[in-house]
């Protein structure tokens, strides 16, 4: 049965479409789909080249969609090589934090939200005998969230800590809501040990995977998303709609649900709104993550008869009422 999506909201059947629908048992599909789609990440994050010396041949023994993510990751890890970025200090306590945010996110991964006193050396790393923070504190209103400065941690904090650690690991390297800049911040974590740049591709890709896929709470997504094309909407109706044969070189343009610059550069061109400048790679970036969270999201459903009884129990026990709706919603057509 098609699954309605409707459920997590009115726009998110068109918010997926954006990212396009495929058959999860179609070996075919996956294949084109996921390829499509890492060309997309790679092609912004600037490992296009490293992605295409890639192999070609999906091996048939593995996971199929692990597979083509494990080569997309590695791809992404040659291109950090050489790249400038954190301090090898702040790298490692950087690592710490996000496998401890990973294995407590609990349904909550796309955004997470912790006291940084509870994590290993709470967020702080040591330089020239001072303690600074190993991210930046975004409390402010922006773009993926209206800024929230939380409770005050429990313990004190070496480094200076009075407000809760929040990233946005769905739309890794955008990690931050007030840092829409062309550059995500979470490329700068980029560092020889470590390697936390690498993490945090690794959990936002997860979300593309089936099993992860179920085990995040979709409302968290679509709230999110709500809020990020409340706040873009007004700053997008100022574009104009491309139009084949009357575009103008250079000038920015919407095309397909997405930004476009005709005949020039995407990465010099952006949004200016209260909220602050949204770059147009990143506004583009993060729609995408939305719109391919939520068409994995229905392709999972439709094929969730087929994906085992691990998958099923996944879905039943989890505490998103719209895909508990979904299960009950199979079972009464089967």
């Not at 800590?161 to 980029?190: D, I, K, N």
């Not at 390697?195 to 999110?224: C, F, K, M, T, W």
């Not at 990020?228 to 649900?257: K, N, V």
Request: aromatic residues 8%; contains cysteine.
């Amino acid at each position: 049965m098609t699954p309605d999506l409707t459920c997590y909201g009115a726009e998110i059947k068109a918010l997926a479409d954006l990212a396009g629908d495929f058959e999860l048992r179609s070996p075919m599909d996956v294949t084109t789909w996921y390829r499509r789609e890492w060309t997309a990440i790679a092609d912004i994050l600037g490992f296009a080249q490293q992605l295409a010396a890639m192999p070609t041949a999906i091996p048939t023994s593995a996971d199929r969609i692990v597979a083509m993510n494990a080569m997309g990751l590695a791809a992404f890890e040659r291109s950090l090589h050489g790249r400038t970025g954190v301090g090898d200090e702040q790298a490692r306590v950087q690592s710490v934090a996000l496998r401890q945010l990973a294995a407590t996110a609990r349904g909550e991964l796309w955004r997470v939200s912790v006291d940084p006193t509870t994590l290993e050396t709470g967020a702080c790393y040591p330089m020239s005998g001072r303690s600074f923070r190993a991210f930046y504190p975004d409390t402010a209103p922006g773009y993926l969230g209206e800024g929230w400065s939380g409770p005050p941690p429990r313990a004190e904090s070496a480094c200076g800590w009075t407000t809760p650690l929040v990233l946005h690991l769905g739309t890794f390297p955008w990690v931050y809501s007030t840092r829409l800049e062309a550059v995500g911040p979470g490329l700068r974590w980029a560092a020889r040990t470590g390697a936390p740049a690498l993490q945090g591709l690794q959990l936002a890709v997860s979300l593309l995977e089936p099993h992860q896929n179920l085990r995040q709470d979709a409302r968290q997504v679509a709230a999110i998303f709500q809020h990020f094309r409340t706040h873009t909407a007004p700053l997008l109706a100022r574009i104009p709609t491309y139009q084949p044969g009357r575009a103008e070189a250079g000038r920015l343009y919407r095309r397909g649900g997405f930004l476009y610059v005709h005949q020039g550069s995407l990465h010099v061109a952006g949004l200016d709104g209260p909220r602050g400048r949204i770059a147009a790679p990143a506004y583009n970036y993060i729609l995408r993550r939305f719109a391919g969270f939520f068409a994995v999201r229905r392709a999972t459903l439709r094929a969730l008869v087929s994906l085992g009884a691990e998958v099923q129990q996944l879905a039943q026990g989890s505490a998103d009422p719209c895909l508990r709706q979904h299960i009950r919603e199979v079972a009464r057509a089967g």
